[in-house]
């Protein structure tokens, strides 16, 4: 399932490192700061003049005068000071903010951002965000994957008005975390239970996948260590059992069709032995039951587990197909 709100918030906080001046951007981003610790080292900057941001405050913790660049009500920290908004902008655009983590309407395959206006509709201002994309030592843009209407937000090409180009370092949506790659998006992480085919479906351009992001169940040590850390070896692999996948799916079509249980029980093994049926838990379960059922003679079981099995293939082949290799 994808990410909730909640999670993604908590995903773009995992972003934040010690000793960081970070600014928060206008909507979800500002919930970033209920998911850094106090003791952290961290310190929240907002554009509108407070360096020393906390948390969002309790009913009973309510100043009227403490909001940040979005009108909420906030608290701050022991040791904050508070300035006016051209110190705040001098600070931004001096490059004194490690980290800005911002909202976004569109972000390009080269890092362009479009976070500021959709043209027709009603806005009350570019705000920092301009300074900020341009000015911050790195940017996170934490967004959904898809507008309302249901097209992509991470594109080849933006197509709204530009913020700023070049600009962004990582993309967090509700399907993973996804990195621009001049011609595409590089996914490092995949929501847990998101299908490889709904990231590729919901990206306008290219994606490829690190290992990792590939296969969430994918335990790359235990690969690496199976072929003495060899990544020369790894790779050589990879591309060799990519370049069978369409073979092994069409002999699994065929000796289901065909109730070829012979054909079954072999492929079976020698999928098992490959590297992903030992590394790939879902693949693993599903070829050992196809081939122990066709050993057995228990052929409906062996039919409906290969039916399990070319799905579970083709996938494995879309994500290796996608693997940033």
Do not use: Y
């Amino acid at each position: 399932m994808s990410w909730t709100r909640e999670q993604m918030v908590a995903r773009a906080a995992a972003e934040v490192r010690p000793g960081q001046i970070v600014n928060l951007g206008i909507g979800m981003p500002t919930e970033v700061a209920n998911h850094v610790p106090a003791d952290a080292g961290v310190v929240l900057q907002t554009e509108n003049g407070l360096l020393g941001m906390g948390p969002f405050p309790f009913d009973d913790e309510v100043d009227p005068h403490l909001v940040n660049a979005g009108k909420q009500t906030i608290t701050a920290m022991p040791g904050a000071s508070t300035f006016d908004s051209a110190t705040s902008f001098a600070m931004i655009r001096s490059g004194r903010v490690d980290l800005a983590i911002l909202g976004g309407l569109e972000v390009a395959a080269n890092g362009d951002l479009a976070n500021w206006t959709v043209p027709g509709k009603l806005i009350t201002g570019m705000g920092g965000a301009m300074d900020l994309a341009a000015g911050a030592k790195r940017l996170v843009v934490l967004q959904s994957h898809v507008a309302k209407d249901g097209t992509s937000k991470l594109v080849t090409r933006t197509n709204l008005p530009l913020t700023a180009t070049a600009c962004v370092s990582r993309v967090i949506t509700e399907l993973g975390v996804f990195d621009p790659a001049g011609d595409g998006f590089l996914c490092v992480e995949r929501a847990p239970d998101v299908a490889v085919s709904e990231v590729l479906s919901k990206t306008g351009t290219k994606v490829r996948f690190t290992a990792e992001a590939a296969l969430p169940s994918f335990d790359l040590l235990r690969a690496r260590e199976a072929l003495a850390f060899d990544e020369g070896i790894l790779r050589e692999v990879l591309e060799i059992f990519t370049a069978q996948i369409p073979a092994v799916v069409q002999r699994l079509r065929t000796a289901a069709a065909q109730r070829d249980f012979k054909t079954l029980a072999s492929e079976g093994h020698s999928l098992k032995g490959s590297i992903f049926a030992g590394a790939a838990l879902p693949w693993s379960a599903a070829v050992l039951a196809m081939e122990k059922a066709a050993k057995a003679g228990r052929h409906e079981d062996a039919l409906a587990e290969a039916a399990r099995v070319v799905p579970l293939t083709e996938e494995l082949g879309q994500i290796l197909g996608a693997l940033a290799l």
